[in-house]
């Protein structure tokens, strides 16, 4: 069937594997990278997932939200408890992310201009503390989609 409902159902699902799956990546990536000393490596890396948050994450989070909202208007579910849930989850992902990791981000690249190619105690530090909060946003992440597969309280 090809309806507005439809065509919304795909373009929130797409969206929503771009931006976990984006995220699951540059989070192994960047695992990888910090368990190998490779600190010229983490710097392009931070760069790049600076350049991807602006022009990837933020335009993929941004469709699965809209996406979601027009499907739960069309279907009339936007009151559902699992949409709140959702919509909770969402709040606390973009929190991390605009809130923590964005500026972090920013300082983690001044430090690696300062401090290329060691594993200064400030970057190592800090690029620890922003792995650590990049596994609790993809794990909320994870959390949402497993509440929009499972809907809880769905009759």
Do not use: C, N
């Amino acid at each position: 069937m090809f309806d507005l409902y439809h065509v919304l159902v795909f373009v929130h699902v797409a969206a929503a594997v771009a931006w976990v799956g984006g995220g699951l990546i540059l989070a192994l990536l960047a695992q990888q990278v910090r368990a190998d000393g490779a600190w010229e490596e983490m710097a392009a890396l931070v760069v790049r997932t600076e350049r991807f948050r602006r022009t990837f994450f933020m335009p993929a989070s941004i469709l699965t939200i809209m996406a979601g909202i027009g499907m739960g208007i069309i279907g009339g579910i936007l009151s559902a408890p699992w949409i709140s849930a959702g919509f909770l989850g969402v709040f606390a992902s973009l929190g991390i992310e605009m809130g923590y990791l964005a500026p972090k981000g920013r300082q983690l690249q001044a430090l690696l201009r300062r401090h290329p190619g060691v594993g200064h105690p400030e970057v190592v530090g800090l690029g620890d503390r922003m792995l650590l909060a990049s596994r609790i946003d993809l794990a909320i992440l994870l959390l949402i989609l497993a509440v929009m597969v499972f809907k809880p309280g769905a009759i």
